[in-house]
Structures are given as structure tokens and as C-alpha cells.
């Protein structure tokens, strides 16, 4: 068939810019970066591809992904910075968290340092949601279940009185 081919002399980068920034780069090793030219960045980690964006911002380097059929995204990953970095699951972030599905949504945040899995369900999607705490690790080694606050190895909270259960001496 066709092909239609962009070249770069041998051993040289390809350059994609408007108005005179590198907005993506496939450089001669065939890593391929967007908003920016060193990959990975500073030469820390491993990358085939890379992403940068601005810290602490909607300009930062989060992914979305969304079907033909529907304009709420069925996968965020947000890269808000350090301790501030989420995965969405049928819900998203725009300035407030919402809800892309009516029957579920569910996120793998890492925040304030700790990492959680939080649920919430029944909300429209474009909705705000209001996130419940389904499992939560601190850095003690704490592990949450329906608590946002672990204060022991295991701390199971039902959502009544008296339903505190588990200490750092007896697992249950």
C-alpha cells in the first residue's frame, strides 16, 4: 500500500513544534516525549515515553482516555505532583471531582502520604462526587478499611457506634 514517510537524517531527533516550542519529540533512539526534549527528564528513571507538565496544575502531564460514543472519560490518570497523584476509574478530575458513570467510580489516589482506594456510586455522570474511603495504607504501615485514618495495623470502621475493631497487638 501508500505509506507516507517524515524523515530526520540518521543519528538526528524529529522535532514536532508550534511557534518554535518542542511540543513532541521522537529523538534517535526512538523515545518519544511530550513537552520535552529530555527523556526521561533530568535522566532519572527509565522512559520510553515521557510526559511533562506544569506542577500543581491543569497544565500538568495527566492522560485521559474516553470512547467514540461518550464524552466522559472511562480513565484518568492524574499527575497533580508529589503526593498528589490519582488514578480515576469511571471518574475524573476538572477542577472538582465528577462522575464519568452513574453505576460506579472508584480512584487509586496517592495523597498527603497515603494511598487509598476510594469509591462512590449512583452519581450522573458530570456529577460531583463525594469520595468514601474503601481501603487506606499510611506510611506507619496502618491499613484503613472504611476509614481515611488508620490508627493501627488493622482498623475496621462499619460506619456505627461501637464498630471499631482490630488493634497493633491482635490482628483480627
Known amino acids: 500500500g501508500d505509506h507516507a514517510y517524515i524523515n530526520a537524517p540518521s543519528g538526528a531527533n524529529l522535532y514536532f513544534q ?6 513532541m519529540v521522537i529523538d534517535s533512539s526512538g523515545k518519544v516525549g511530550i513537552g520535552t526534549t529530555a527523556i526521561p527528564h533530568g535522566g532519572v528513571g527509565y522512559a520510553k515515553f515521557a510526559i511533562e507538565g506544569t506542577y500543581n496544575n491543569a497544565a500538568g502531564p495527566h492522560v485521559q482516555y474516553s470512547v467514540s460514543s461518550d464524552d466522559y472519560p472511562v480513565f484518568q490518570q492524574l499527575n497533580w505532583g508529589h503526593d498528589n497523584v490519582h488514578m480515576f476509574f469511571d471518574s475524573y478530575y476538572d477542577g472538582a471531582f465528577k462522575s464519568s458513570d452513574a453505576g460506579s467510580n472508584f480512584s487509586i489516589s496517592k495523597e498527603s502520604d497515603v494511598l487509598q482506594i476510594k469509591y462512590d456510586s449512583g452519581i450522573s455522570a458530570g456529577s460531583a462526587l463525594t469520595w468514601n474511603s474503601g ?4 506510611t506507619s504501615g496502618n491499613v484503613g478499611i472504611g476509614t481515611a485514618s488508620p490508627d493501627r495495623s488493622l482498623h475496621v470502621w462499619t460506619g456505627t457506634a461501637g464498630s471499631v475493631t ?4 491482635a490482628p483480627l
Do not use: I
Request: hydrophobic share 20%; net charge negative; aromatic share 0%.
Open 166 to 169: 482490630g488493634n497493633a497487638n
Open 18 to 23: 508550534d511557534g518554535g516550542t518542542n511540543n
Open 135 to 138: 481501603l487506606t495504607l499510611n
